[in-house]
């Protein structure tokens, strides 16, 4: 587990600190860019470890850098795991990591 992943883990489960699905999802946004697909396939083979609020934050972003074109709806899909994997591949825009 990486850092980025378990502080991710600590922002979705309100484990001692206030829920935070925008900084979750950005911390999980940078680790599936980082790691070697350890991420990429929690959030798309195990994505029901991970709260609809932060899923929900993901596709916005992913949304934003033009990857994910399906619902705001916390729901991982073929367009979620392709999206993240285009992200992945190559698609990191720091600039959609908003503090939200």
Avoid: C, H
């Avoid at 396939?41 to 992913?62: N, V, Y």
């Avoid at 990857?67 to 992200?87: E, I, K």
Wanted: charged share 20%.
């Amino acid at each position: 587990m990486t850092s980025r992943s378990a502080a991710a883990i600590l922002l979705d489960e309100v484990r001692g600190v206030a829920p935070n699905a925008g900084q979750a999802a950005n911390l999980l946004l940078r680790g599936v860019a980082e790691d070697r697909g350890t991420l990429l396939q929690q959030l798309t083979k195990a994505s029901g470890d991970w709260s609809p609020e932060t899923i929900k934050a993901i596709q916005s972003r992913l949304q934003m850098a033009g990857y994910y074109g399906g619902s705001l709806d916390g729901l991982p899909g073929p367009g979620f795991a392709a999206a993240l994997t285009r992200w992945r591949n190559g698609g990191f825009k720091a600039e959609v990591l908003v503090s939200n």
